[in-house]
């Protein structure tokens, strides 16, 4: 078994996990359990509360020259030119990537916890330490092969819109894993992603089906539960 690869971050100061049935609630904190469900799965739900049809996609708006081609009566090409305008980059991930959900707040208002996804919270308060508890569970399952590579991703509610800012190679990378539309902004999302280094056919998956439960087994001594 190879090593565990350190999880990327940064990492919020607490993290919050909603859970719609306390039970559910209950086993992560005594044992560790959590469900990562596949990027494209939220995007093929059929659940209105869940369901992102866009999950999967970057979509930004970036400056730069906007080349036009003009054509003569019979479609042929007589001129191209170009203008400072607004770019359209699109992109998807070939590799795939498992998510967990997670919220934190601004100024860590509880009130502000989306209670659409149930009222059962568990309070993380070192998501870093989860992380490392969840490599070293992803090491020793080897489910994703090698050496699974666990990121803790603030979530862009910018999905379609304008920026200033060209992405370079590392955050484009990131951005169809960690964006969406502005409409979802309320949720305050983190999320831990889990990525397949292997690109391959979707037969050899060694995870069947639409989620990948990772117990950790033990109690999470920096969890605790509440209800909202």
Known sequence: ?????????????????????KRWAEEFINSGRLRFRP???????EDAVRAD??????????????????VDGTGNIVRITSAPGMINYQGEFINRVYICCFSAPPQDDLSLLPNKFGTFVAKIADPEQLAWDLVSAMTRDGLLRD???????????????????????FKRTRLNFMQKPRKFAEEYEWRFAAIDNRVFDRDSWDIAGDYYDVVIGKRLKYASLFEI
Do not use: W
């Open 1 to 21: 078994m190879n090593a565990p690869i350190p999880p990327l971050g940064p990492f919020p100061k607490e993290l919050y996990r909603v859970f719609s049935e």
């Open 39 to 45: 990027v494209q799965y939220f995007a093929d739900l």
């Open 53 to 70: 049809t866009t999950e999967g996609h970057a979509h930004l708006q970036i400056p730069g020259d906007v080349h036009s081609a003009h």
């Open 147 to 169: 050496t699974p590579v666990v990121e803790c991703l603030k979530v862009l509610y910018n999905k379609g819109e304008p920026s200033n800012d060209e992405p370079d190679h």
